[in-house]
């Protein structure tokens, strides 16, 4: 199983990115996001249903990020608009086997993690 993640970078607050998730190996129910600022735990940001398209957002990033996902290319998808200094941090995709969109939350629950990519958003 990999998750290849990829997109991190530099921007200014207000700006956008997006982050890419290649998944290969296997199918998923869930694949999502979570994010590690320095010095602080590793926290969920958003998921989606592989199936239905259900996503489920943490309320730190609710109407800024947008999750989304392409079948085709076994690829997650986070949109991230409107970024504030405190979204900078290593974002790393995950996958999980079981979970339900809806609770995705603890990073101990997940069953296969990509490497991250560091998002630093400047004042």
């Known amino acids: 199983v990999q998750l290849q993640a990829s997109g991190g970078g530099l921007v200014q607050a207000g700006g956008s990115l997006r982050l890419s998730c290649a998944a290969s190996?296997?199918?998923?129910?869930?694949m999502g996001w979570f994010r590690q600022a320095p010095g602080k735990e590793r926290e969920f940001a958003a998921a989606?249903?592989?199936?239905?398209?259900?996503?489920y957002y943490a309320d730190s990033v609710k109407g800024r990020f947008t999750i989304s996902r392409d079948n085709a290319k076994n690829t997650v998808y986070l949109h991230m608009n409107s970024l504030k200094p405190e979204d900078t941090a290593l974002y790393y995709c995950?996958?999980?086997?079981?979970?339900?969109?809806?609770?995705?939350?603890?990073?101990?629950?997940?069953?296969?993690w990509g490497q991250g990519t560091l998002v630093t958003v400047s004042s």
């Open positions: 995950a996958a999980d086997r079981t979970l339900y969109v809806t609770t995705w939350g603890d990073p101990r629950s997940v069953d296969y």
């Open positions: 190996g296997r199918t998923f129910s869930t």
């Open positions: 989606i249903s592989w199936s239905f398209g259900s996503t």
